[in-house]
């Protein structure tokens, strides 16, 4: 996509009577944002069912959290009640922080929090290059560096989002099998929250051969933020997706038919049950719609990490799922690759890919 920007078709003959028009310049969301004066955003950036037509809750029931080092316990009950509340997690929100504290020998080892920061600004100074020096960088695993301010589904979106992403394939392909390891640890757990074996979802749906992306958003500073968004309503595809952000909120999560605002919290990371989890359990645990909004102060940077399973996976309902509970499966089996495909252009009106299948057996 990118490289249709580079090398387009061959430049037409000079014409007197019509010059040929000036090359069109791409611009960053963040460039436009910092135009001297800008006081409203161009049309292409307002949304029509904008991020305050619908009600965004005061509740404050806050988001539940997991303590990691409880997560990896060995000391059995507080292990298992953790895995209580994950399971509880999954089945209310869909949503949940990952509270990560290492101590070591009784004192507190920073690192993570250091880390998570070092990624927030590695991924800032690469969003902030200038966009001839990102067009150098994309490629086949490098996806759209210069495509900033894209819809979320270019197939079906006229309005643009208002971001700078890149997104990286980085697993198959750029082997990181494993990592993080929290992301195997939390797959443990969801696996026997819904009362199957540690290792199920491993062991059926292969995520060590998965899919993992990572996408970098940047959302500048919007003079008219009612009017924009920075990432339309959707759930995400896979099994789980892990997000560390900055310590600007923006991002909105459905809970009991309201947008509820995320705040951040410090030393800790979101993470969120993605389609192909709902659809093994049948269900039972949500893949949740999310969105980002945007502010008129600050730059809020996020990293997304999704993980899917393997490409080839075909997921469906577990059938141990379905004679538990005793529901008929809600969703047909579909090849994970194929699933993506589908995916591509079908999110409609705020209505996920996942929405459009459910019950469709
Ligand atoms: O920016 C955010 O907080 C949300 C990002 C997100 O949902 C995504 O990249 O899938
Ligand atoms: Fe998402």
């Given at each position: 996509m990118a490289a249709t920007a580079l090398t387009g078709s061959p430049p037409s003959q000079p014409s007197l009577t019509h010059p040929p028009p000036p090359p069109r310049k791409l611009t960053t969301v963040k460039a436009l944002s910092e135009s001297?004066?800008?006081s409203s955003i161009p049309s292409?950036?307002?949304?029509?069912?904008?991020?305050?037509h619908e009600p965004v809750s005061d509740t404050e029931e806050p988001i539940p959290t997991i303590d990691f080092s409880l997560l990896t316990s060995s000391l059995p009950d507080e292990r298992s009640k953790t895995i209580r509340e994950l399971g509880k997690a999954c089945r209310d929100w869909g949503f949940f922080m990952v509270y990560i504290c290492f101590f070591f020998h009784r004192c507190y080892h920073g690192v993570p929090e250091r880390m998570m920061k070092a990624i927030i600004e590695a991924c800032r100074e690469f969003l902030e290059l200038p966009e001839e020096e990102k067009r150098g960088i994309s490629g086949k695993h490098v996806?759209?560096?210069?495509?900033?301010?894209?819809?979320?589904?270019e197939s079906v979106d006229e309005i643009l989002c208002w971001r700078d992403y890149v997104k990286i394939?980085?697993?198959?392909?750029?082997h990181s099998p494993n990592k993080p390891p929290s992301f195997r640890e939390i797959i443990r757990g969801i696996s026997e929250s819904l009362?199957?074996?540690?290792?199920y979802i491993y062991e059926t749906l292969n995520p060590e051969n998965g899919l993992q992306l990572i996408a970098a958003n940047l959302y500048p500073p919007c003079p008219q933020p009612e009017l924009a968004m920075g990432l339309p309503p959707h759930s995400d595809h896979g099994l789980l997706t892990l997000l560390i952000q900055n310590q600007i909120g923006g991002l909105q999560v459905q809970h009991k038919g309201k947008w509820v605002n995320i705040d951040p919290i410090p030393n800790s990371f979101l993470a969120n049950i993605g389609d192909h989890i709902e659809i093994l359990s049948n269900g039972k645990y949500k893949s949740v719609l999310h969105r980002a909004v945007v502010n008129n102060r600050d730059v809020r940077i996020s990293i997304a990490v999704p993980h899917g399973p393997a490409l080839d996976a075909i997921v469906s309902p577990d059938s141990k799922l379905v004679e538990n509970v005793g529901?008929?499966?809600?969703y047909g089996a579909m090849k994970y690759k194929e699933y993506l495909e589908f995916q591509?252009?079908?999110?409609?009106?705020?209505?996920s890919f996942l929405e459009c299948i459910r019950n469709r057996v």
């Open positions: 001297p004066g800008l292409i950036y307002t949304f029509l069912k904008q991020p305050y996806l759209d560096p210069i495509r900033s301010g894209t819809s979320f589904n394939f980085q697993h198959p392909e750029f009362g199957l074996e540690k290792d529901n008929p499966p809600a591509q252009g079908t999110m409609l009106n705020g209505k």
